[in-house]
């Protein structure tokens, strides 16, 4: 069964940090695109990062690009999000997504595999 699994939401103050994990099981995803899209109450589940199966193609949201940065681990079948400068903004759930194959990877119908989210809360 294939699951992945998201940590290291938690509370921050505007300005500062925080790093999510994505570990996967059930299977590798080493060769396919993985991303971090996020939902605030009342909104829709919108892109945040997408980082291709090598690490080398990274891509961002306009609101998130210069803060966050997204990586990976194909060792750990681990994807990670380091979200620097926090706003209030950010606060949102934020969930891990794994295998892209249409190559649309800000588009959160696209992708086979969901997390069950973390929650980020960025106060003022």
């Known amino acids: 069964q294939v699951q992945l699994v998201e940590s290291g939401g938690g509370l921050a103050q505007a300005g500062g940090s925080l790093r999510l994990s994505c570990a996967a099981s059930g299977r590798t995803f080493s060769r396919n695109r993985m991303g971090w899209f996020r939902q605030a109450p009342g909104k829709e589940r919108e892109f945040v990062a997408a980082i291709n199966w090598s690490g080398g193609r990274t891509y961002y949201a306009d609101s998130v690009k210069g803060r966050f940065t997204i990586s990976r681990d194909n060792v750990k079948n681990t994807v990670y999000l380091q979200m620097n400068s926090l706003r209030p903004e950010d606060t949102a759930v934020y969930y891990c997504?794994?295998?892209?194959?249409?190559?649309?990877?800000?588009?959160?119908?696209?992708?086979?595999?969901w997390g069950q989210g973390t929650q980020v809360i960025v106060s003022s």
């Open positions: 997504a794994a295998e892209n194959p249409s190559g649309r990877y800000d588009q959160r119908n696209e992708y086979n595999y």
